[in-house]
């Protein structure tokens, strides 16, 4: 059929594990269950391994539509629970613009450019604006 | 210029495999009238919204996209239509974070913020038919004199 669009995924996106991060990357188009199955697989393999980080690569994602973008920010949010933080990168700029006029700007999630820039942000440290609060209350 | 032949089309709805062809075919359509990138984003993401509806709550049905013209301006045409149970409140569905799916309630307005036209017949009890229609802008002219 067409050129240059991917054949849709079944089953299970490969999940790479890099020291403490787990790398995801997207190709194309997605099914729906392949997307759910990939939110259970992260969480049970964040959970057994106890990795800090996962960065979900969707630079060759054409389309991000409100399941795909709930996914994404569910599966963050879980990851988060799990003790792990969660990096999107390297949306495409159309996809960026097309989620914000869909009404979809997902605050939650945290971006990146590209996969190296997710990894760094992940090298960093943790502030949390608690923190803060909690150095004024000690003497 | 282009040619019906690999627009228009009838999709059936019935899995979130045919989403999928939903997807790419408006994709390839959409590329052949001569859409932009982003015009062409724009539209899969709303036919993957409508298609999506389609599904969850008219219990499947199909798509059939066909190519029409106005005044010279190319445009692509996708009706969305089932035999569910209607929509009973279309200024509430049509508003944002309204759901009765389980998703995020951007489905119907938020798909219509991403084409130029959209129309909804909805009738409680017999179904429901979605029309969108996006038309490919072009840059303006170079005037030939100057």
């Known amino acids: 059929m067409s050129e240059g669009f991917a054949r849709p995924v079944a089953g299970h996106v490969p999940v790479l594990r890099l020291g403490d991060v787990l790398l995801v ?54 990851t988060e629970l799990l003790a792990a933080r969660t990096v999107v990168a390297g949306m495409r700029p159309a996809v960026a613009i097309t989620l914000v006029e869909l009404g979809l700007t997902l605050p939650g999630l945290r971006t990146a450019l590209t996969t190296e820039a997710a990894m760094e942000l992940l090298a960093q440290p943790i502030v949390t604006s608690r923190s803060g609060g909690m150095r004024e209350e000690s003497p | 210029m282009p040619t019906a032949a690999g627009v228009e089309a009838r999709l059936p709805i019935r899995s979130d495999m045919d989403l999928v062809w939903v997807r790419q075919h408006v994709r390839q359509a959409a590329a052949q009238l001569g859409f932009g990138l982003v015009d062409q984003t724009k539209l899969v993401t709303a036919a993957s919204e409508l298609a999506r509806n389609t599904l969850v709550h008219g219990g499947g049905g199909l798509m059939e996209a066909s190519h029409v013209t106005t005044g010279g301006a190319d445009g692509l045409r996708l009706a969305f239509s089932d035999s569910g149970p209607g929509i009973p409140d279309l200024d509430r569905a049509l508003s944002d974070g309204y759901t009765s799916g389980g998703g995020l309630g951007m489905g119907l307005g938020g798909a219509r913020r991403l084409v130029h036209d959209f129309e909804v017949e909805s009738v409680p009890g017999s179904g429901t038919t979605v029309r969108v229609t996006s038309w490919v802008t072009r840059p303006p002219r170079q005037r030939e004199d100057v």
């Open chain 1, 25 to 78: 990357t997207l190709q194309g188009d997605l099914y729906d269950s392949t997307a759910h199955q990939l939110q259970q697989d992260l969480s049970e393999t964040i959970a057994r391994n106890g990795v800090t980080g996962v960065v979900i690569d969707i630079s060759g994602v054409e389309i991000v539509d409100s399941f795909l973008g709930r996914v994404l920010a569910e599966t963050a949010a879980q």
